[in-house]
């Protein structure tokens, strides 16, 4: 199973973060903004860019409305802010922007469930955001040791982080407040990034990827795989299709998971050229690998029906 490189496309700035959704994908390109590009063909294309004030973008999530959610940093003073922007296919309309929130990261990550947002930002916690009405609030704030979230990803009903030093946690979320569900912080080394398939939580830390399994409401580590030296240790993952794709380092590369026999396979690697800085994508047809200072690559891979973004 080997990924092909289909096209190359460098834009300028320093993708830190993307989200595809229907037609687009988004990416939180740095000092170069939100920026938008179609895929066809093969072929990507840069449609659209959003930077009125030449902040600094780092993070993304786009809501099955169409609601673009853009975490900007203020290096200066250490705050986040989101901007909700929406995309008619050339332009991008500011519709709210949020209070600012103080954050421990500049590369701060976010996700969805259709009605709150979560933002990671390291030791300032996991916080929820809600987007009603033309603004978007602050709804709660989870600041304990297990809530210091590097990583956010959620998927069927539970929220699961990636907590630097602190090993990995899931929650649940009310309206109004967190609920921790387990942690898992059994070993020395810092989590950069996590992955929820649908049936496995998989764990990338320095050095090594990981399996655990989620049931009654407890992570059990089923595999633990070492990973070959690293340049880069701020690495993001995305899976499809019983897939994993790992940014990793300077290349991509492309892991399946055996419930069976609870075990990796490395199927192949690709070289990205410079710093592989993250994954995102959702079922359809193509790959693409984001290098951060380099533009980004679009990729297929034979025998799976699916499309891969790699940009953090």
């Known amino acids: 199973m080997e990924l092909t490189l289909l096209d190359t496309l460098d834009v300028g700035g320093a993708t830190q973060d993307n989200f595809l959704r229907g037609s687009y994908i988004h990416l939180a390109n740095g000092a170069d903004g939100v920026r938008a590009m179609t895929y066809s063909g093969g072929s990507l294309t840069s449609v659209g860019n959003y930077n009125p004030s030449s902040h600094v973008y780092n993070g993304i999530y786009v809501d099955s409305s169409n609601n673009i959610y853009a975490i900007r940093w203020d290096g200066g003073s250490g705050f986040g802010v989101i901007d909700v922007l929406t995309f008619d296919g050339t332009n991008y309309t500011l519709q709210a922007t949020s209070a600012s929130f103080q954050s421990?990261?500049?590369?701060?990550?976010?996700?969805?469930?259709?009605?709150?947002?979560?933002?990671?930002?390291?030791?300032?916690?996991l916080r929820a955001f809600q987007y009603t009405g033309g603004s978007i609030t602050l709804k709660a704030t989870y600041s304990a040791v297990a809530g210091r979230a590097f990583d956010v990803y959620y998927a069927d009903g539970y929220i699961f982080t990636g907590n630097g030093s602190?090993?990995?946690?899931?929650?649940?979320?009310?309206?109004?407040?967190?609920?921790?569900?387990?942690?898992?912080?059994d070993i020395a080394g810092i989590t950069h990034s996590i992955f929820w398939d649908g049936s496995r939580l998989h764990q990338r830390m320095t050095g090594l990827l990981r399996a655990f399994s989620f049931v009654a409401s407890s992570l059990s580590l089923?595999?633990?795989?070492?990973?070959?030296?690293?340049?880069?240790?701020?690495?993001?993952?995305?899976?499809?299709?019983?897939?994993?794709?790992l940014a990793d380092s300077d290349d991509l590369k492309l892991f399946?998971?055996?419930?069976?026999?609870?075990?990796?396979?490395?199927?192949?690697?690709?070289?990205?050229?410079?710093?592989?800085?993250?994954?995102?994508?959702?079922?359809?047809?193509?790959?693409v690998l984001s290098n951060f200072e380099n533009g980004i690559k679009l990729y297929s891979w034979p025998g799976v029906v699916g499309?891969?973004?790699i940009v953090k």
Not at 166 to 185: E, M
Not at 258 to 275: K, M, P, R, W
């Open 104 to 125: 421990g990261i500049s590369d701060m990550r976010i996700w969805g469930d259709g009605t709150f947002v979560y933002v990671a930002t390291g030791f300032r916690g």
């Open 166 to 185: 602190n090993g990995i946690s899931v929650f649940t979320y009310s309206p109004s407040a967190f609920t921790l569900i387990d942690t898992v912080d």
């Open 222 to 245: 089923e595999e633990t795989h070492t990973l070959a030296s690293e340049t880069n240790q701020i690495s993001g993952m995305w899976g499809a299709n019983g897939l994993i794709f």
């Open 256 to 287: 399946t998971y055996d419930i069976g026999t609870t075990s990796y396979t490395l199927e192949d690697t690709h070289a990205s050229g410079v710093i592989a800085y993250g994954v995102h994508g959702k079922p359809g047809s193509n790959v």
């Open 307 to 309: 499309q891969v973004i």
